[in-house]
């Protein structure tokens, strides 16, 4: 079974310092990896997605995250957070084998302060 | 307009109560999918639909049911609401065509049982 682990719930920076936002996965198979962004009264948005193309991904806002197979790792970075990263971000772990089900992690928070 | 559209946005309700939660999505994606999100717990799925002949139950279906009106709707119904169903609801939806499962949120309805 695939599940997802965040490492920290809850993660403080201030403006301008790097983001880094933990997850590790496990999976029997090659997992397709997501990092997912809630803002405030919001619903989830998409961020970025790995799906084997590149280890590197880029997503929207400056994020980016690597995917590191020997540490089962997917962490999201960004060099340098604005206020406007606050938010919940959540790391979701889908198999290509085919199940279609993306079990997601708890979460971490982060506050960016000025 | 939204993609995703959940309505109502906010519901109180009292214990006993029945109550629906209406999903619908213009995106034309075939998967539509409930979960609820309890802080510190992340999202955990509830039901999901892969076809309007296919429901599934998910990781916490029990006190919840389903119906698939349509492609584009999907209801979620509490049919004897207790206060621990208190929690902010999501639908979401996917396209089976896409190979790595992205999927894509409502704004959420947030549900109060009293």
């Known amino acids: 079974a695939q599940s997802v682990t965040q490492l920290g719930s809850h993660v403080s920076v201030s403006e301008g310092a790097l983001v880094l936002l933990r997850c590790n996965y496990s999976?029997?198979?090659?997992?397709?990896l997501f990092w997912y962004v809630q803002y405030p009264n919001q619903g989830l948005q998409l961020l970025l997605k790995?799906?084997?193309?590149?280890?590197l991904v880029k997503g929207i806002n400056g994020f980016e995250a690597e995917f590191k197979k020997s540490e089962t790792s997917f962490h999201l970075t960004k060099p340098s957070a604005h206020m406007s990263d606050a938010a919940e971000y959540f790391c979701a772990v889908s198999d290509q084998g085919g199940s279609e089900k993306l079990v997601f992690g708890k979460g971490t928070k982060l506050t960016v302060n000025p | 307009d939204a993609d995703v559209t959940q309505t109502p946005r906010n519901r109180i309700t009292k214990t006993g109560k029945r109550i629906m939660l209406e999903c619908s999505q213009t995106k034309g994606h075939d998967r539509m999918y409930w979960y609820r999100q309890d802080p510190g717990l992340g999202l955990r799925l509830i039901y999901y639909?892969?076809?309007?002949?296919?429901?599934n139950k998910g990781e916490i279906s029990d006190g919840y049911s389903v119906s698939r009106q349509a492609q584009a709707k999907f209801s979620l119904s509490l049919e004897s609401a207790i206060p621990n169903q208190t929690a902010l609801y999501f639908c979401?939806?996917?396209?089976?065509?896409?190979?790595?499962?992205?999927?894509?949120f409502g704004p959420g309805t947030r549900l109060t049982v009293t």
């Open positions: 999976s029997s198979v090659p997992p397709y």
């Open positions: 790995y799906t084997s193309a590149a280890t």
């Open positions: 639909s892969f076809d309007v002949k296919d429901i």
């Open positions: 979401a939806t996917s396209d089976s065509n896409r190979v790595w499962n992205e999927q894509y």
